[in-house]
């Protein structure tokens, strides 16, 4: 009896054993299968400390350098000027187009920095930020206003008479009143500035100021009078053009200045060539633009090259990205024309035009073309087309924003136009 008990309940035991079995196997095994693959996922994602600190590491030395470069510019008024300028600068607008506070605007007078346009009109000083918004409005009493700009400096003066004022974004830094007339201006991104003006002694002479207003370097002119002034990036170097009459014959000059020497450091003439507009690059070269032929030079050694437009007429230049930008045509009013874009190489790249340029822009590695009522946009490198846009049947000028988008100054208001 003992026997067959122990017997039918050992059969017992294995059915129920089997049941179990059956039963639990699949759950514990699928259990199994997905806590193995989540821990071999986490470990797949998982990123090494050594990556962190490796990345921590480089941005700090990339913040360093970028303060490093922009040292001279730190200053604890420019710090407080930029943070305004943002803080205004977040309003939102009603979009564009906006109208033009005042009347008339010269093309020279329409640019755009740090992504805001601005406006100088025969009445008012404008920055309008991305949305439309009027950052800064200031009237002024200035018969003959010119602008001069440089990483949110601005610099308004009264060309032919003595007013002036020193605007840094968002706050006026000095309105004042020059020893003499003025005939040409620059400002640096440090926020120095130089005025070229009409001497009694003399035909012109060239003040440097310091931020302060402070007179830092002063040249006479004994017999030259001047038609632009460019400063490099800290305002420790600089370039005046200036224009006197030789025998009938018209002699303009391209004259380089160590401000802290008292001599120039170089000279270089150009005969029947007026001398409109002159630029030093933060790469070292100096391009002085003419009516009738381009001179530049390596700063380093200061070897003058110029280049003839050979009878062609021009009809639009930009001194920006390092580059001298000049838009030439055989033809008076209308027909194509070419771009040369100076870089400091022999070799010029020449952009050929279906319409002859009415204003240039530059931005990144694009320039842009004011061509009739069309935006056209060029790879500056290689002079290959990347599109154009409309710009509008009354568009008088432009100012790229960046590579795809562009300010367009019209009669009586500024739009944006974007390449699509």
């Not at 003959?144 to 610099?155: K, V």
């Not at 974004?169 to 020893?179: L, N």
């Not at 620059?186 to 440097?208: E, H, I, K, T």
Request: proline residues 2%; aromatic residues 10%; charged residues 20%.
């Amino acid at each position: 009896m003992k026997k067959k008990e122990k017997h039918g309940n050992s059969k017992d035991g294995v059915r129920e054993f089997a049941k179990l079995k059956d039963f639990q196997d699949p759950e514990a095994t699928i259990e199994y299968d997905e806590e193995e693959e989540d821990e071999q996922r986490q470990k797949k994602v998982k990123i090494p400390k050594a990556v962190y600190r490796v990345g921590i590491i480089l941005v700090a030395v990339i913040f360093g350098l970028v303060l490093w470069l922009n040292r001279s510019n730190l200053t604890p008024d420019n710090i407080l000027g930029w943070i305004k300028l943002q803080v205004m600068g977040t309003g939102m607008g009603e979009g564009f187009p906006v109208p033009i506070a005042g009347g008339n605007v010269m093309d020279s007078n329409f640019t755009q920095n740090n992504g805001m346009a601005a406006v100088l009109s025969d009445t008012a000083f404008t920055l309008l930020n991305s949305t439309g918004r009027s950052v800064v409005s200031l009237s002024h009493g200035f018969e003959n206003p010119a602008l001069c700009s440089a990483y949110g400096n601005y610099l308004l003066y009264n060309q032919g008479n003595k007013g002036y004022l020193m605007q840094a974004g968002a706050d006026t830094i000095r309105d004042a009143q020059a020893p003499d007339d003025i005939l040409a201006g620059a400002v640096s991104r440090n926020g120095r500035y130089a005025l070229g003006m009409q001497s009694p002694q003399g035909a012109s002479y060239l003040n440097v100021y310091l931020k302060n207003g402070t007179v830092q370097y002063n040249y006479l002119f004994a017999r030259d009078y001047i038609t632009a002034v460019a400063l490099n990036y800290d305002a420790s170097y600089g370039a005046a053009c200036t224009v006197h009459s030789e025998k009938g014959e018209m002699v303009s000059k391209i004259t380089v200045f160590n401000f802290r020497e008292q001599d120039p450091i170089a000279e270089y003439e150009t005969r029947g060539n007026l001398l409109l507009g002159v630029y030093w690059s933060e790469n070292g070269n100096i391009y002085a633009v003419g009516d009738s032929s381009v001179v530049t030079a390596d700063a380093a050694s200061f070897e003058f090259r110029e280049y003839s437009y050979d009878g062609r007429q021009l009809t639009a230049y930009q001194l920006d990205a390092n580059r001298a930008f000049v838009s030439v045509s055989a033809y008076e009013h209308a027909g194509p024309g070419t771009i040369l874009v100076f870089d400091g190489k022999k070799d010029l790249v020449k952009i050929e035009e279906a319409e002859r340029a009415a204003a240039l822009s530059a931005s990144g590695g694009t320039i842009a073309a004011l061509e009739g009522t069309e935006v056209v946009f060029y790879d500056y490198s290689t002079g290959r087309e990347q599109g154009r846009t409309y710009a509008g049947t009354d568009a008088r000028s432009l100012a790229l924003v960046n590579e795809h988008m562009a300010y367009v100054l019209g009669v009586s208001e500024v739009r944006t136009v974007e390449l699509s």
